[in-house]
């Protein structure tokens, strides 16, 4: 089966930095790839999503990139914000049962 | 558009007590449906998922049990709750592409 790492466990940057979270995956039958972010207390919400045949989503200040020959993908945030600190999943599926990554926390300092 | 909703949202149940925890989709038919559970506030543990009715698959071996008796329905039970049920349970559902998955508010369990 699929097999999804998240690195880092842990994020901690200034606000205003950039952040970046990086997926690796194993099944190159993958083709698709969302991201989600969760706020303390609340259920996972989908952030932005990428399909195998792009190699790169913007949208604002997120963005992901994905490498399907290296089966690896990132999630990309500029300029953070508080409101961005929360706890960050990858997926990576494509046949109704996606496999999540172990989740990052980002904490942003003001 | 669709929507989906779980409860109860919160609740405390004694060790040995039953559990049910409901959950209902609208604006959609015939949804792959999936019971999550995350433990300390990280981790998406896949419990069952779904792809019809009466319809089950169960991913981890526990004292948890699903059951679809409605197209649009999904209830996660246990005759018996154990301390290491406690955790915060999610309901989703997935659209007609098979990819993306959309979470339920959650139910918080804690067992005493």
């Known amino acids: 089966g699929e097999n999804v790492e998240q690195h880092p466990s842990t994020l901690s940057v200034q606000e205003g930095d950039s952040a970046v979270i990086k997926c690796t995956y194993s099944d190159s039958a993958s083709n698709y790839f969302p991201w989600y972010k969760q706020e303390l207390g609340k259920r996972p919400q989908l952030i932005i999503d990428i399909r195998s045949n792009v190699g790169e989503k913007k949208d604002q200040r997120i963005a992901v990139t994905l490498n399907k020959t290296a089966k690896h993908f990132s999630l990309h945030i500029t300029e953070t914000q508080p409101e961005d600190s929360a706890v960050y999943f990858c997926?990576?599926?494509?046949?109704?049962?996606?496999?999540f990554g172990r989740g990052t926390s980002l904490i942003v300092h003001p | 558009s669709q929507t989906i909703h779980q409860w109860p949202a919160t609740l405390v149940q004694p060790v040995g007590s039953p559990l049910s925890l409901e959950c209902t989709v609208e604006g959609t038919s015939n949804p792959n449906l999936y019971w999550y559970r995350q433990a300390a506030g990280r981790g998406l543990q896949l419990l069952f998922y779904?792809?019809?009715?009466?319809?089950i698959s169960s991913e981890v071996p526990q004292n948890l049990s699903a059951s679809r008796p409605q197209d649009r329905q999904f209830i996660l039970s246990s005759k018996k709750l154990l301390l290491s049920d406690s955790g915060f349970y999610l309901c989703?559902?997935?659209?007609?592409?098979?990819?993306?998955?959309?979470f339920g508010e959650g139910s918080w369990l804690t067992v005493v």
């Open positions: 997926a990576a599926g494509g046949s109704y049962i996606p496999t």
């Open positions: 779904s792809v019809g009715i009466g319809q």
């Open positions: 989703a559902w997935c659209d007609s592409t098979g990819n993306t998955i959309y």
